[in-house]
């Protein structure tokens, strides 16, 4: 059983960072896209960002370019998001998601299968 876990999450105000991780556990080895993905109330869910697990390929929304990092440590079955420069926009449930095939859009939430719980990020003003 594929399982996918989140954590890092919290508030802090704008301006602060905050690091999420992505535990992921089970058979993995099929995953060629990776990524995060955040869901503020009241609207859709967006991909954030996005790394191709065969390379690297690390693409974001343009709203987090400069500020977000994705980065993975394949040994560990691990997926980072580094998040810098919050902003009160930002403010989400973040999640991380797994797919098992290559991706023209790999920002599209529609494309992902394996989902994990989620984590709260709250950014004040």
């Known amino acids: 059983q594929v399982q996918l876990v989140e954590s890092g999450g919290g508030s802090v105000q704008a301006g602060g960072s905050l690091r999420l991780s992505c535990a992921a556990s089970g058979y993995t080895y099929s995953w060629y896209w990776v990524g995060w993905f955040r869901q503020a109330p009241g609207k859709e869910r967006e991909g954030v960002a996005a790394?191709?697990?065969?390379?690297?390929?690390?693409t974001y929304v343009d709203s987090v370019k400069g500020r977000f990092t994705i980065s993975r440590d394949s040994a560990k079955n691990t997926l980072y998001l580094q998040m810098n420069s919050l902003k009160p926009e930002d403010t989400a449930m973040y999640y991380c998601?797994?797919?098992?095939?290559?991706?023209?859009?790999?920002?599209?939430?529609?494309?992902?299968?394996?989902w994990g719980q989620g984590t709260q990020v709250t950014v004040s003003s």
């Open positions: 998601a797994a797919v098992e095939s290559f991706l023209q859009w790999p920002l599209d939430p529609a494309n992902y299968n394996y």
């Open positions: 790394i191709w697990t065969g390379g690297s390929r690390p």
